[in-house]
């Protein structure tokens, strides 16, 4: 169970648009279509932004989104705005009632 | 709406072991997993293991297999974890987060965490 791989920090100016990929293998991300994202803001528990995959939670901005293909995942902040300025997980469903979390990514607003 | 309120912030001997509490307020663990999560300081998140209160089953990952222990008391809504053999590693918030039974991974209440210090 290796956590999944991710950008370690991407960054954009406000209104730009910023792409989180996360890698894993057909054991996890490849396998299932179980993974969500959550954002932490610092010293604070993280928070829920995508499920399945791509869905949204009620109260999650549209300006998030995510997607797959093949072993990797990818959540998409359009729009970005200072207050997105947070890391990013992302977690998969690896089969026997188990989880992974990724790497983390740090998301900076320029 | 359903808060998972956590036991306060402890600070324990190497080789010791530690016993954090997780308890629903406002709500109950019916249908719902919940797992627990581990962030060291400065690091990312680490997936420990889970319980799911209605059927009694835990799941653990292979890293924590045979030193955490995860149980949950439906009559008070309340679940534990319990990390035995402490090393300086173990010194981390360690959160509770509600789990949909339907999506594994989908945590979508947390618990405030408890921070864990380990230290001689």
């Known amino acids: 169970q290796s956590a999944l791989t991710q950008p370690r920090s991407v960054s954009g100016s406000p209104g730009q648009s910023v792409t989180i990929s996360c890698t894993g293998t057909?054991?996890?991300?490849?396998?299932?279509?179980?993974v969500s994202w959550y954002q932490q803001h610092p010293g604070k528990a993280p928070k829920l932004m995508i499920y399945?995959?791509?869905k949204r939670p009620s109260g999650v901005p549209d300006r998030f989104s995510g997607s797959k293909s093949g072993n990797t995942a990818s959540l998409t902040i359009s729009g970005l705005q200072a207050e997105d300025e947070a890391d990013y997980y992302c977690?998969?469903?690896?089969?026997?009632?188990?989880?992974?979390f990724g790497t983390g990514t740090k998301v900076t607003v320029l | 709406q359903v808060q998972l309120v956590q036991s306060g912030a402890e600070v324990k001997k190497p080789g010791s072991s530690v016993k954090a509490s997780c308890k629903a307020s406002?709500?109950?663990?019916?249908?719902?997993?919940i797992s627990w999560v581990r962030q060291a300081p400065g690091q990312g998140l680490e997936w420990m293991g889970g319980?799911?209160?209605?059927?009694?089953?835990?799941n653990y990952a292979q890293k924590f297999q045979g030193r955490v222990t995860i149980t949950a008391d439906e009559s008070t809504n309340t679940a534990y974890m319990e990390l035995s053999s402490l090393t300086s590693e173990g010194t981390a918030v360690y959160y509770c987060?509600?789990?949909?039974?339907?999506?594994?991974?989908?945590?979508?209440?947390w618990g405030q965490g408890t921070m864990v210090t380990v230290s001689s």
């Open positions: 987060a509600r789990e949909r039974l339907q999506s594994p991974g989908v945590f979508d209440i």
């Open positions: 406002g709500g109950t663990f019916s249908s719902y997993a």
């Open positions: 319980i799911i209160p209605i059927f009694g089953t835990t």
């Open positions: 057909s054991s996890d991300v490849g396998g299932y279509n179980y």
């Open positions: 399945d995959v791509s």
């Open positions: 977690c998969s469903y690896a089969g026997s009632y188990t989880n992974v």
